[in-house]
């Protein structure tokens, strides 16, 4: 149960985030605004982690696949591509194309076991179920 709700505590920030970050750059710039919500990231991150318990940092370097240190990478662009999606598509539409992305690279990642994730195995009600999402996105946008 817990696990719905922060899902949808999730989705719900990120819509806002979106929204927030969006109106940002009409009073900056693209690249400016991306450095804002990151570095402000950064701060309230550091604040968690200095007061609930500091853990050992520098273990995370010990990964043995270091491309999982690339988050804030993708981060930055996951940043870029919401705030330019919902510029050029409205909040509500961007929304839904992104979360319809995610689930079909989510479902892809679960079926082929793609990045240390336990293989799972393909069912045609799975993508049956995203194909109608796809469709509501059409009923959606007429």
Do not use: D
Request: aromatic share 14%; glycine share 10%; charged share 10%.
């Amino acid at each position: 149960m817990w696990g719905i709700i922060i899902a949808l505590i999730s989705g719900a920030l990120m819509s806002v985030q979106g929204v927030f970050n969006t109106q940002v750059t009409k009073s900056s710039s693209l690249w400016a605004a991306n450095s804002w919500v990151q570095l402000t990231a950064f701060f309230v991150c550091f604040l968690a982690w200095f007061f609930t318990g500091r853990q050992n940092v520098m273990g995370m370097f010990h990964m043995e696949n270091k491309y999982m240190l690339l988050g804030g990478v993708i981060g930055a662009f996951i940043t870029l591509t919401v705030i330019k999606s919902m510029n050029s598509l409205g909040p509500a539409q961007a929304v839904m194309l992104i979360v319809i992305s995610q689930i079909i690279i989510a479902y892809l990642i679960e079926v082929f076991g793609l990045f240390g994730v336990e293989k799972t195995g393909f069912e045609w009600r799975k993508v049956i179920g995203a194909l109608i999402s796809i469709v509501g996105i059409f009923i959606f946008h007429k």
